[in-house]
């Protein structure tokens, strides 16, 4: 297929220091989980791929209960191995009294936050209940990430997804306690911190068309279509794909129930940043925006030299996703002086 030139012109790409070090630190937090439950497999036991990918082929007749310590203890935490992947967790090991440690010490639940273990609120998100669940939920973290720590910065990205985090796992111990979930179901993963990340995505870019910065010019074309979907559509879609999960009932462990919160921690806490409109409570109790305040006294000559043209020459330089959120809100404010001009 013919590219126009224009789609083959790659966007500058912002440094995304924050993203590279949580990039990393799953990347070796699933070394870990991987090591320490390998190093304890049996060198006897005659097991081949498809009985380290097959809980099936693990639990039938021909393997007996004791020779299955680990299946046994994710089946004791409420977990289901993965069908397929997840090799680390679903391989044979030998001795009854072989556990899984990395799980065991990050894995959250009710019961573990009664025992006054609440570190666990975050670190969580360390421990995968398999392979394939880590490989989606890091790498639409680290996809979204890049594209919402240039306009953030790194330190608000960090914060934003803890928060995500440590909500979403507080809303998943309590639907667990009070029957929503199993009883004393766990929680692993960091799908919590990528859906905090979808709704600040989908709140300061909204009209942002999804792949017109990838570096993959098929998607560049694509985002040129009237059809492309925007970020705002993807952060809608996340709540819907949430709240269907979580009447699924679907894996539990990987933490439907705490999508949603983490989405809404996503969304508020960008909003307080100045992203899109200020809430009804601020515009009821608030005195005024002074950025707005001056801007309307400002005439059109004065508010071209004083406010828009810097934003235009940082547009030219670095993008519209460098932008920050007053710098936007100039934007969005020279579209109103525009149409009473």
């Not at 992203?275 to 950025?291: S, V």
């Amino acid at each position: 297929m013919h590219w126009p030139a224009s789609y083959t012109i790659k966007a500058p790409q912002p440094r995304t220091p924050m993203t590279w070090l949580l990039g990393l630190l799953c990347l070796l937090a699933a070394m870990l989980q991987m090591l320490a439950t390998w190093k304890n497999l049996s060198p006897g036991l005659p097991y081949g791929p498809g009985l380290r990918s097959s809980p099936g082929l693990l639990a039938g007749p021909g393997l007996p209960p004791a020779r299955l310590p680990h299946t046994e203890l994710l089946s004791s935490h409420g977990l289901t191995p993965a069908p397929s992947g997840a090799a680390w967790l679903n391989a044979p090991q030998d001795g009854a009294s072989v556990d899984a440690p990395w799980e065991g010490a990050c894995l959250l639940s009710p019961q573990k936050l009664l025992e006054g273990q609440w570190w666990r609120l975050l670190f969580f998100s360390l421990a995968h209940a398999g392979f394939w669940h880590w490989a989606a939920a890091c790498l639409g973290f680290c996809v979204v990430s890049r594209s919402v720590e240039p306009i953030i910065g790194g330190w608000h990205l960090l914060l934003v997804s803890s928060l995500g985090s440590l909500l979403g796992g507080a809303v998943h111990c309590l639907a667990s306690h009070w029957g929503a979930l199993p009883p004393n179901q766990p929680l692993l993963g960091m799908l919590p911190a990528l859906f905090t990340l979808l709704g600040v995505y989908g709140t300061v870019l909204p009209g942002w068309r999804l792949g017109a910065a990838s570096r993959w010019r098929g998607a560049r074309w694509c985002a040129s279509r009237p059809w492309a979907p925007r970020a705002r559509h993807a952060a809608w879609a996340a709540a819907g794909f949430a709240s269907l999960w979580w009447a699924t009932g679907w894996h539990p462990e990987a933490g439907p129930a705490a999508l949603l919160p983490a989405l809404c921690t996503g969304w508020v806490y960008t909003r307080l940043l100045g992203f899109g409109d200020r809430f009804f409570l601020q515009r009821m109790t608030g005195e005024g925006d002074p950025l707005e305040q001056r801007m309307e006294q400002m005439n059109w000559e004065e508010f071209l030299n004083a406010e828009l043209n810097p934003v235009l020459e940082k547009i030219a330089r670095h993008g519209l996703r460098s932008l920050n959120a007053a710098e936007r809100r100039i934007l969005r404010h020279s579209r109103r002086k525009l149409e009473g001009w």
